[in-house]
Nanobody
C-alpha cells in the first residue's frame, strides 16, 4: 500500500494558476489526479505513467493542466493554469500498484491508493 500526501491547493481568481504536489511513500506504475465537485461524480483529470512518462488528460483540462513527476523524490505534480470557476473541486491523487501492466487510464480502475484530497477554489 502506498501512502499519498497532497499539497498545494488554495483559492485563486479565474485565470490564475496553482501547482498541486503528491508525495508517494512507495513505487507505483500510474499516478493520477482526480477531482470531485459538490454534487458531481469524481472525474479523472490527468494521469502519468511512471515508466515511460506518458501523460493523459481529460478534454476539459487539455492545454491548461500539465502533469509531471520527479522520480527521484517520488512526487507527482499537477500544474494548473488558466483556472476557471468550474475547476473548483476537491483534488485527489491516486496511485496504482507498481505491478499494474495496462495503460494508465483516467478511470478509477488502476488505482488502489488515494490521498486525502486538497481543495481548489476558483472565483470568478
Amino acid at each position: 500500500q502506498v501512502q499519498l500526501a497532497e499539497s498545494g491547493g488554495g483559492s485563486v481568481q479565474a485565470g490564475g494558476s496553482l501547482r498541486l504536489s503528491c508525495g508517494a511513500s512507495g513505487y507505483t506504475k500510474c499516478m493520477a489526479w482526480f477531482r470531485q465537485a459538490p454534487g458531481k461524480e469524481r472525474e479523472g483529470v490527468a494521469t502519468i505513467d511512471y515508466v515511460d512518462s506518458t501523460p493523459r488528460y481529460a478534454d476539459s483540462v487539455k492545454g491548461r493542466f500539465t502533469i509531471s513527476k520527479d522520480n527521484a523524490k517520488n512526487i507527482a505534480y499537477l500544474e494548473m493554469n488558466s483556472l476557471k470557476p468550474e475547476d473548483t473541486a476537491m483534488f485527489y491523487c491516486a496511485a496504482s500498484s507498481p505491478y499494474y501492466r495496462l495503460l494508465c487510464s483516467l478511470g478509477p480502475g488502476p488505482y488502489n491508493d488515494w490521498g486525502q484530497g486538497t481543495q481548489v477554489t476558483v472565483s470568478a
